[in-house]
């Protein structure tokens, strides 16, 4: 039987002892809440508040916040396990798991020759950049403008979007933030990829090169890897829809991208943390978008476990297999593949499966797209939304006919000075007064991303209050 907490004491013991990833000390008790509890679409905080959560944890609980399957689980394995090293042992979930995701899931594409698990999204970016440079023997890596890829050295110098990357702010003083990835050498910048709004000043589809169609971002990204020396190139990171950016790629962004960088030998590191495991409305992002082209890396997690507990992990093409399989490959994670969490993964696999949850996915992505519609017909304040599946940006225009944005700064913005006053943030606490949660990483783009599993009746209920929060921003439109 659970001890009763008192709610007061831990927030205050928390203010006091705990060093929060996002917030001041002074701002916790306002902007922090306690959960007592969840299930799988709804929060339940201290104070007796139920909300109906549409940013799935980090846009991570693709079978909900938490599925009693996994639960049953992690409780079974607990029955035989805490822990064991995975060296010199192996543990009986491992091999289930890699069978499911290398053969029943990715199988069909037939490129996958291998997975190795670790413990976060960040820690498989780290590691799929190691392995990028062994198999190649080049030391440099290319990431986009705009890109988030984790918080640890290496992911975190592939990381280019101000508000997430490492940097310290208040909410009285300018930020502190060293330009992301200056600590780390051998990390380049090419331009993203916003058809809404093209760092390049171009508009789609009419910036497509008149003789082969190539897109400007995509020729300028292989002038600049020419420059840096295409030769010592290792990868390409990216994300196939950005997450915390919240931007869709064009059709013909990867299949011309993905060419071009097989021509010089350079591998595509596909970062699926976000996309995978049904979010866009396909078991992976790049069954959705890529057009074809396969990755020769992919990282996976959030989706991979629905973030019932740490997992990530990291795929590999079977050439780069057939490398690491004859040679010593020296990287021992302590919690890699920890028995606990491996069953949880294969607990996740099969509710993915069994109750069909990319197809649910993909046939409610339609559903809150025509709801978005029908916003976007009655709001002055939406300009934009895309997306697939459980994946959607909405973009806050000040002014629709000019795309002006509310911040000037947008994707370049940090979490500065009052970030309250964010359109995001104006929208997403009206729509809390209506028990929805809905969050957004950039000042004028609105995050929507609802567990996998969610019902059109529930998305009716948000997308109401969305409309309330949508109509308080109009107010501020021109």
Same mark, same amino acid.
């Given at each position: ?8 004491? *831990?927030?205050? &013991? ?5 060093? #929060? ?34 940013? !799935?944890?980090?846009?991570?609980? #693709? %079978? ?66 190691? %392995?990028?440079?062994?198999?190649? #023997? ?24 101000? !508000? ?12 502190? /933030? ?19 709004? $093209? ?7 009419? $910036? ?18 020419? !420059? ?39 591998? &595509? ?13 396909? &078991? ?76 649910? !996915? ?9 709801? *978005? ?33 509310? %911040? ?33 990483? /950039?000042?004028?783009?609105? #995050?929507?991303?609802?567990? $996998? ?5 529930? %998305? ?12 308080? *921003? ?5």
């Amino acid at each position: 039987m659970k001890k009763p907490f008192n709610w007061e004491q *831990l927030m205050e &013991w928390e203010k006091k002892y705990f060093l #929060n990833p996002l917030l001041t000390a002074e701002e916790v008790p306002i902007a922090r809440k306690i959960a007592e509890k969840v299930d799988q679409h709804f929060i339940y905080l201290s104070d007796g508040t139920k909300l109906l959560d549409m940013v !799935s944890g980090y846009y991570s609980c #693709n %079978v909900g916040l938490k599925h009693p399957k996994i639960s049953q689980a992690i409780r079974e394995a607990t029955e035989d396990f805490g822990f064991v090293g995975e060296v010199c042992f192996a543990n009986p979930y491992t091999p289930i798991a890699a069978k499911i995701l290398v053969e029943d899931i990715l199988g069909p594409d037939k490129w996958c020759g291998g997975v190795r698990f670790v413990s976060t999204g960040s820690e498989a970016v780290e590691m799929a950049l190691q %392995v990028a440079k062994l198999y190649t #023997n080049r030391p440099n890596i290319i990431t986009r403008q705009w890109a988030y890829h984790g918080w640890t050295l290496g992911s975190g110098a592939c990381s280019r979007l101000r !508000s997430v990357a490492r940097y310290l702010s208040s909410a009285t003083e300018p930020g502190y /933030q060293p330009l992301p990835g200056a600590d780390v050498p051998g990390v380049f910048v090419v331009p993203g990829h916003n058809c809404y709004r $093209c760092s390049l000043g171009h508009k789609y589809p009419d $910036c497509k090169n008149k003789g082969d169609g190539t897109l400007p971002c995509v020729s300028l990204t292989e002038s600049m890897i020419l !420059s840096i020396g295409a030769e010592t190139v290792a990868a390409m990171i990216t994300e196939i829809a950005y997450g915390a950016s919240n931007i869709a790629p064009a059709p013909e962004y990867y299949p011309q991208l993905v060419k071009m960088l097989k021509k010089y030998g350079i591998l &595509w590191i596909d970062d699926e943390v976000i996309c995978g495991f049904g979010r866009l409305g396909a &078991w992976f992002g790049y069954q959705k978008y890529g057009g074809g082209a396969k990755p020769d890396i992919m990282t996976m997690a959030k989706g991979l476990i629905s973030s019932q507990l740490p997992a990530g992990g990291v795929a590999v093409s079977k050439e780069i297999a057939q490398l690491l399989n004859t040679h010593r490959w020296t990287s021992v994670p302590t919690f890699s593949e920890h028995p606990v969490v491996m069953a949880a993964v294969i607990a996740n696999l099969e509710v993915l499966i069994e109750e069909k949850v990319i197809e649910n !996915s993909a046939k409610i992505g339609e559903y809150i797209g025509k709801k *978005l519609a029908e916003l976007q017909e009655k709001h002055k304040c939406i300009g934009y939304f895309s997306g697939s599946g459980c994946l959607w940006n909405v973009e806050l225009v000040k002014n629709k006919a000019k795309q002006e944005p509310f %911040v000037a700064e947008d994707r370049g913005a940090i979490l500065g000075h009052n970030i309250a006053n964010w359109p995001v943030n104006i929208v997403g606490a009206k729509a809390l007064e209506k028990g929805v949660l809905f969050e957004g990483f /950039q000042p004028n783009c609105m #995050n929507i991303s609802p567990n $996998c599993t969610i019902t059109p009746e529930l %998305v009716d209920i948000a997308m109401d209050a969305l409309d309330y929060g949508l109509t308080e *921003l109009d107010k501020m439109c021109d």
